[in-house]
């Protein structure tokens, strides 16, 4: 019978109690269970609730059950509903009825708010672990290949040189908000809903301090209510994880057509590739393909719980119940793809001349030309026309930029000079954008002790 049998006559039929069990989803929240328990017991016999040898046995017997869990001999049981009623129940078996005071100013809906925040915490912080590991993973293809030149894209048509490893930083960027966005689902649930008890808080003289303090919680929620209602916390973590996600899938998604033979700018390594059943030639990118596809799951998971949410009345209504499985999802599947692109990443090899071949393609140096003449007074607008003129007669010749005399330069503007061949060499080029934040050499340099750096205080706050 469950533990809160005494008012039914009739038990659910089998049907029932497994469609209403979250014990396959939950049980992974065992360890939280057994804390929040543990603290929570202590407070009770610090403020006389229950004894000081009540609050021992207690938790011995939790310790205990945590054993047995750890080395799988624990019975898990369907028709304790819960991890919470897994371990309650069999506490009481293990020590009597002193493990049946453990539940005196409790109740499951700010236990399982309790558990679920620690165990997010938790969560986030591995998260934040495998987010930091990418992220040098980037940056040491950066610095192996920092002179590099790769064809910048707008519109996926060529547009500007830029350095491979400037474009590599960009991805250390966007995980490093990501990290932030961990850091805040974090803080969000970092709060303490015990003592809030069922929905209204509780006559007996608990001490909310002292539980979120043992717990680590940074303070009690202040209203009852809202300890049991809020999920925000969830939604948070598996929003983080889905903005990760499409970062992930972008980065993936550049790595596919990279390892194509149209681009032939990376190859991927033997291990994070796979061949075809029939084609014997095929080396597909496959776990880049998975992990861009897995974007569309975590995605899923953030529309699910924020459905769920919507409308839900105050305070706990069983809907909650299908926060977790989401939530669990979403970080499991972005740790995984976090781990599978950092070492993607670390084993492929970066093509340098492949890059440089098709970078001296799509006249990219038509801006520095069209900025030669402006910096020798023609309106840029004019100077821009200028080159386009340029640019045409290459296309209709079939020749680049560099091809044209300088009798061709100068028919066009005699502001034209010898010196123009210099506008049309891809370092300089590249390295002439000097400005903060820009793809010139020494800006790279800049931004690498600048990535550097927040990854030495990310890594800090782990
Ligand atoms: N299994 C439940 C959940 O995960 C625990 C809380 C149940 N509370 C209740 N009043 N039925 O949400």
Same mark, same amino acid.
């Given at each position: 019978? &469950?533990? $809160? #049998?005494?008012?039914? %006559?009739?038990?659910?039929?089998?049907?029932?109690? +497994?469609?209403?069990?979250?014990?396959?989803?939950?049980?992974?929240?065992?360890?939280?269970?057994?804390?929040?328990?543990?603290?929570?017991?202590?407070?009770?016999?610090?403020?006389?609730?229950?004894?000081?040898?009540? @609050?021992?046995?207690?938790?011995?017997?939790?310790?205990?059950?945590?054993?047995?869990?750890?080395?799988?001999?624990?019975?898990?049981?369907?028709?304790?509903?819960?991890?919470?009623?897994?371990?309650?129940?069999?506490?009481?078996?293990?020590?009597?009825?002193?493990?049946?005071?453990?539940?005196?100013?409790?109740?499951?809906?700010?236990? *399982?708010?309790?558990?679920? /925040?620690?165990?997010?915490?938790? /969560?986030?912080?591995?998260?934040?672990?495998?987010?930091? &590991?990418?992220? %040098?993973?980037?940056?040491?293809?950066?610095?192996?290949?920092?002179? *590099?030149?790769?064809?910048?894209?707008?519109?996926?048509?060529?547009?500007?040189? !830029?350095?491979? #490893?400037?474009?590599?930083?960009?991805?250390? $960027?966007?995980?490093?908000?990501?990290? %932030?966005?961990?850091? &805040?689902?974090?803080?969000?649930?970092?709060?303490?809903?015990?003592?809030?008890?069922?929905? @209204?808080?509780?006559?007996?003289?608990?001490?909310?301090?002292?539980?979120?303090?043992?717990?680590?919680?940074?303070?009690?929620?202040?209203?009852?209510?809202?300890? *049991? #209602?809020?999920?925000?916390?969830?939604?948070?973590?598996?929003?983080?994880?889905?903005? =990760?996600?499409?970062?992930?899938?972008?980065?993936? %998604?550049?790595?596919?057509? $990279? =390892?194509?033979?149209?681009?032939?700018?990376?190859?991927?390594?033997?291990?994070? =590739?796979?061949?075809? =059943?029939?084609?014997?030639?095929?080396?597909?990118?496959?776990?880049?393909?998975?992990? +861009?596809?897995?974007?569309?799951?975590?995605?899923?998971?953030?529309?699910?719980?924020?459905?769920?949410?919507?409308?839900?009345?105050?305070?706990?209504?069983?809907?909650?119940?299908?926060?977790?499985?989401?939530?669990?999802?979403?970080?499991?599947?972005?740790?995984?793809?976090?781990?599978?692109?950092?070492?993607?990443?670390?084993?492929?090899?970066?093509?340098?001349?492949?890059?440089?071949?098709?970078?001296?393609?799509?006249?990219?140096?038509?801006?520095?030309?069209?900025?030669?003449? &402006?910096?020798?007074?023609?309106?840029?607008?004019?100077?821009?026309?200028? !080159?386009?003129?340029?640019?045409?007669?290459?296309?209709?010749?079939?020749?680049?930029?560099?091809?044209?005399?300088?009798?061709?330069?100068?028919?066009?503007?005699?502001?034209?000079?010898?010196?123009? !061949?210099?506008?049309?060499?891809?370092?300089?080029? *590249?390295?002439?954008?000097?400005?903060?934040?820009?793809?010139?050499?020494? @800006?790279? /340099?800049?931004?690498?002790?600048?990535?550097?750096?927040?990854?030495?205080?990310?890594?800090?706050?782990?």
């Amino acid at each position: 019978m &469950a533990l $809160w #049998s005494g008012r039914f %006559e009739e038990g659910v039929d089998e049907f029932t109690q +497994r469609f209403g069990a979250s014990l396959p989803v939950d049980k992974r929240m065992y360890a939280e269970d057994i804390a929040g328990s543990i603290a929570h017991s202590a407070m009770l016999a610090k403020q006389g609730v229950i004894s000081a040898e009540d @609050a021992a046995a207690i938790k011995g017997g939790l310790e205990a059950i945590s054993t047995e869990i750890e080395t799988g001999e624990f019975p898990f049981d369907i028709n304790n509903e819960d991890i919470h009623m897994s371990i309650e129940s069999a506490l009481t078996q293990r020590i009597g009825s002193a493990g049946k005071r453990l539940h005196t100013g409790r109740s499951r809906n700010d236990q *399982v708010a309790t558990d679920t /925040r620690l165990y997010m915490k938790k /969560r986030a912080k591995q998260l934040m672990a495998a987010n930091v &590991a990418l992220r %040098e993973a980037l940056v040491q293809k950066a610095q192996e290949n920092f002179n *590099v030149i790769l064809p910048g894209y707008t519109h996926l048509q060529h547009a500007q040189p !830029v350095l491979f #490893s400037h474009h590599m930083l960009a991805y250390t $960027w966007m995980f490093a908000r990501d990290f %932030e966005r961990l850091q &805040a689902a974090y803080r969000a649930a970092d709060a303490n809903p015990l003592g809030s008890a069922a929905l @209204a808080g509780t006559t007996y003289p608990l001490d909310r301090f002292a539980t979120t303090e043992a717990l680590g919680f940074s303070h009690p929620i202040s209203n009852s209510l809202d300890a *049991v #209602s809020d999920r925000d916390f969830l939604l948070d973590l598996i929003y983080a994880c889905s903005v =990760s996600c499409l970062h992930l899938s972008r980065l993936c %998604e550049e790595l596919i057509l $990279w =390892s194509s033979a149209e681009f032939g700018f990376v190859t991927m390594a033997d291990s994070y =590739s796979t061949g075809s =059943s029939i084609m014997p030639q095929k080396k597909n990118s496959d776990f880049a393909e998975l992990i +861009r596809g897995k974007s569309g799951r975590v995605v899923g998971d953030l529309m699910a719980l924020m459905m769920t949410l919507k409308s839900l009345p105050l305070a706990y209504n069983k809907d909650l119940q299908e926060d977790k499985e989401g939530a669990m999802d979403a970080a499991d599947t972005l740790e995984d793809c976090y781990v599978c692109a950092a070492g993607m990443v670390a084993a492929m090899t970066v093509n340098a001349d492949a890059m440089m071949a098709q970078a001296k393609k799509g006249y990219m140096a038509a801006t520095d030309v069209a900025d030669y003449l &402006a910096k020798k007074g023609m309106p840029f607008r004019q100077a821009h026309e200028a !080159v386009g003129h340029l640019v045409l007669l290459c296309d209709k010749r079939g020749c680049g930029l560099e091809d044209l005399t300088l009798q061709d330069f100068q028919n066009e503007s005699p502001l034209f000079e010898a010196d123009i !061949v210099e506008c049309l060499d891809l370092p300089a080029i *590249v390295a002439a954008r000097t400005i903060y934040g820009g793809t010139g050499h020494e @800006a790279v /340099r800049v931004q690498m002790t600048e990535v550097k750096a927040q990854l030495e205080k990310d890594r800090a706050y782990l």
